[in-house]
């Protein structure tokens, strides 16, 4: 018997293609997994920004959720948006009566603007139920600082931010470097271990390029199509790393919409990976 490696996304919808839902399916595909998809939110936005957001009942988003974890048994799952207590509730219901296997959450707390996403009720529902659940944690500097209850310019010492955020009993945090400043962009990946607290970085040249919707959601669906295919933390990250950095480089020159485009998930797409069943 034959199937497919799997990995489901929950998160938003981005009708222009970029980001959300799309972008996650777009990557899966792209690494050769099979994807699917449970819906939090649909999103009217275009390259030039978002409109409004239009959020689905929350009994939707479980029975979502439900359906697709009985019955294809993913490899792995990733959560994106979501934005109010009720929906989270939701997730975190269809996620502990179904465990996945494993769980990566990128935490889409802020706007690219500073604006939050997140009602500070659901910030503090995430922190308690969802983190205890969570394999991988993926927020860039700014969500970084938003969880530990810091102003940006504040956040000095990162790896006492993401020690805060694993007491909250996360298993890794991935804190994105892509905010900061210089031609290096460093992604610090922080893991419990017997030890006490791992440490690895990941450097990678800064890409000029207008064409950066959703590489927040890229990198983080990456991640999970590797772990979806067996590989550990450490490799998958940087295997995820690598990855969207040509998805960038390759996407830089290309026109898609008049505002910050999409980047090129199939500059080299694999094959479906199918993987022997056990009866």
């Given amino acids: 018997m034959k199937r497919y490696v799997?990995?489901?996304s929950v998160a938003g919808s981005d009708p222009s293609g970029g980001a959300g839902i799309q972008a996650d399916l777009k990557t899966f595909s792209a690494l050769g997994v099979y994807g699917a998809a449970a819906i939090t939110a649909v999103t009217v936005q275009n390259t030039m920004g978002v409109k409004y957001v239009h959020a689905l009942p929350p009994q939707v988003v479980y029975d979502q959720i439900v359906a697709v974890m009985e019955d294809l048994q993913p490899d792995a799952v990733k959560l994106g948006m979501v934005n109010d207590v009720a929906t989270l509730e939701a997730i975190v219901e269809a996620?502990?009566?179904?465990?996945p296997k494993c769980l990566v959450v990128d935490p889409i707390i802020l706007s690219s603007n500073g604006k939050m996403l997140m009602t500070p009720e659901a910030l503090t529902l995430m922190k308690k139920r969802l983190f205890p659940i969570t394999d991988l944690l993926t927020p860039?500097?700014?969500e970084t600082a938003t969880l530990i209850?810091?102003?940006l310019d504040a956040l000095i010492d990162v790896k006492e931010a993401a020690d805060k955020i694993l007491s909250?009993?996360?298993g890794a945090v991935l804190v994105k470097g892509g905010h900061a400043n210089g031609d290096c962009k460093k992604d610090r990946l922080f893991c419990k271990t017997d030890d006490g607290v791992l440490l690895r970085?990941?450097?990678?040249?800064?890409?000029m390029s207008r064409n950066t919707h959703g590489t927040g959601c890229t990198l983080s669906s990456a991640i999970t199509a590797y772990m979806a295919c067996g590989k550990g933390l450490v490799a998958a990250v940087d295997e995820a790393k690598q990855y969207i950095s040509k998805a960038l480089a390759t996407g830089a020159d290309l026109i898609v919409g008049k505002g910050t485009g999409p980047l090129n998930h199939f500059f080299e797409p694999r094959k479906a990976i199918i993987e022997d069943k056990e009866p």
Avoid: I, R
């Fill in 6 to 8: 799997m990995a489901l």
């Fill in 95 to 99: 996620l502990t009566a179904f465990p």
């Fill in 140 to 142: 860039n500097l700014p």
């Fill in 149 to 151: 209850g810091s102003a």
């Fill in 168 to 170: 909250c009993g996360v």
């Fill in 201 to 207: 970085e990941f450097s990678a040249p800064a890409v």
